[in-house]
């Protein structure tokens, strides 16, 4: 029997970012899904729904549940708002205080917009990632992971993540957005600092005014570059959100640059995510290393199976507009749940010995790691492209994949987001 209080005590750890509990939170949402799968942590703010049906069920309704603060609770980013007010009083920082204001306040946009908003803006976004598109981009997709290839596959290591898991999709969002010819470094630095709250109630002075310079300077450059393709339209996803019209209805500039942001943002730090844990699973495995070379077909099987067990992102949360039974528990309007994609994928009810690796698996593409109904991740099919042909690439180069001895396997600080920081690996360039 769990003690609750045991309980309370490890969320409560995740929460801050305890990278015990942030390396592997597993056993405690087994622990939760078996004794309470539906309950209320003080640390976090809100309930914690934990079981797949429960979450399916949050995720199908976005009429009872609203998507408007799906990043946590404003309870939870209460140390911004302090690091804002000390940067706001200090006159050397107080004007990027006043421009970032409006750039960050965008309004509800795509992932944090309700109907009939959001069904709006899918709409008008659809189509920069249909399928004929994402079917043109394979080979860009290969050319690149194999230049990148390129540049370690002489030494026999890498350190994977820095060299091959951030550089592959932060070049295909990159080329897919038209801006392929400027800073990737810029590009990485500016996603890197704008999802730094998601997961972390407690950031630094520092963070919060990099997020800060980061708003305004991505602000400032895509505002440009939204006007460019208004005048002169080009074959990427930048032109069709500033071009972007159904019946007369366009976007409005606050709604375009939240678009691009979320694209930029969830085209490479999810994926980059993914890419790594891939890396790592067929390191640790020389057995599935093996299958992999001899049968191709399977590698978007395993694709599948490390989105379900990774959970790139752990999983959102969404806000009561009524009072509403979840699993015969009473959710009182206003509150927040926290639906718990990385708890849901290892649902023993759902998935049989779900914390073993199953290529084979009938049930392979049940997972939400990508969220469910209306909300479904726009870049899924991009992401699931960068893994499969990474995947490829990497098996074609090197031979005798294996872990470097100097791993400490330290994830990133944010229980939100899923992603080691660093991965060394060893090989034989074939």
Same mark, same amino acid.
């Given at each position: #029997? ?12 995740? %929460? ?13 949402? &087994? ?6 799968? +539906?309950? $209320? ?47 706001? @009083? ?6 990027? +205080? ?44 290969? =050319?690149?992971? !194999? ?10 290591? +890498? ?10 999709? #932060? ?8 801006? &392929? ?14 999802? #730094? ?10 963070? +919060? ?5 980061? !708003? ?14 208004? @005048? ?14 159904? =019946? ?36 640790? =495995? ?32 969404? #806000? ?36 073993? %690796? ?16 209306? !909300? ?14 990474? %995947? ?20 990133? =600080? ?12 060893? $090989?034989?360039?074939?």
């Amino acid at each position: #029997m769990i003690d609750a209080k045991d309980i309370e005590t490890r969320m409560a750890a995740l %929460v801050a970012r305890d990278q015990d509990q942030v390396s592997c939170p597993f056993p405690l949402f &087994a622990d939760i899904r078996r004794e309470e799968p +539906v309950y $209320f942590s003080p640390a976090l703010g809100a309930w914690v729904i934990s079981s797949y049906d429960e979450c399916l069920s949050v995720l199908h309704d976005p009429i009872t549940w609203s998507t408007r603060m799906h990043t946590g609770p404003k309870p939870l980013n209460t140390v911004l708002g302090v690091r804002m007010a000390e940067l706001a @009083a200090d006159p050397e920082t107080a004007d990027l +205080v006043a421009a970032s204001a409006t750039v960050i306040n965008r309004g509800p946009v795509l992932a944090s917009a309700d109907p009939p908003v959001h069904v709006r803006q899918r709409k008008l976004v659809n189509g920069a990632f249909r399928p004929g598109r994402l079917r043109a981009l394979e080979p860009m997709v290969r =050319d690149v992971a !194999h230049r990148l290839i390129d540049g370690f596959a002489p030494r026999g290591s +890498v350190e994977f993540v820095e060299e091959f898991a951030v550089g592959l999709p #932060m070049t295909i969002i990159a080329l897919t957005l038209g801006v &392929a010819d400027d800073d990737l470094g810029t590009f990485k630095r500016w996603s890197d600092d704008m999802v #730094m709250p998601v997961g972390n109630q407690h950031p630094s002075l520092d963070q +919060v005014r990099g997020y800060l310079e980061s !708003h305004r300077e991505f602000s400032a450059y895509f505002t440009a570059k939204i006007a460019e393709r208004q @005048a002169q339209p080009a074959d990427d996803v930048i032109s069709d959100v500033a071009n972007a019209e159904i =019946d007369g209805d366009r976007l409005e500039l606050r709604e375009q640059l939240s678009i691009i942001s979320q694209l930029l943002t969830a085209g490479n730090e999810t994926t980059t995510k993914l890419i790594t844990a891939l890396g790592r699973y067929l390191a640790e =495995d020389p057995d599935l290393q093996a299958r992999l070379r001899s049968d191709r077909a399977a590698v978007p099987l395993l694709v599948e199976e490390v989105l379900r067990l990774e959970s790139p992102v752990g999983g959102l949360f969404r #806000m009561a507009t009524c009072d509403v039974d979840v699993g015969g528990t009473t959710i009182p309007k206003g509150d927040h749940v926290w639906v718990l994609y990385a708890s849901a994928n290892r649902d023993e009810r759902q998935f049989q010995c779900p914390a073993e %690796v199953d290529i084979d698996r009938q049930d392979l593409k049940d997972h939400i790691a990508f969220g469910h109904g209306q !909300h479904y991740c726009l870049g899924a099919g991009l992401a699931r492209l960068e893994a499969t042909v990474g %995947v490829n690439a990497v098996l074609d180069r090197l031979n005798n994949i294996d872990l470097a001895p100097q791993n400490e396997f330290a994830y990133e =600080d944010s229980y939100l987001l899923r992603g080691l920081r660093e991965l060394h690996l060893t $090989f034989s360039a074939s």
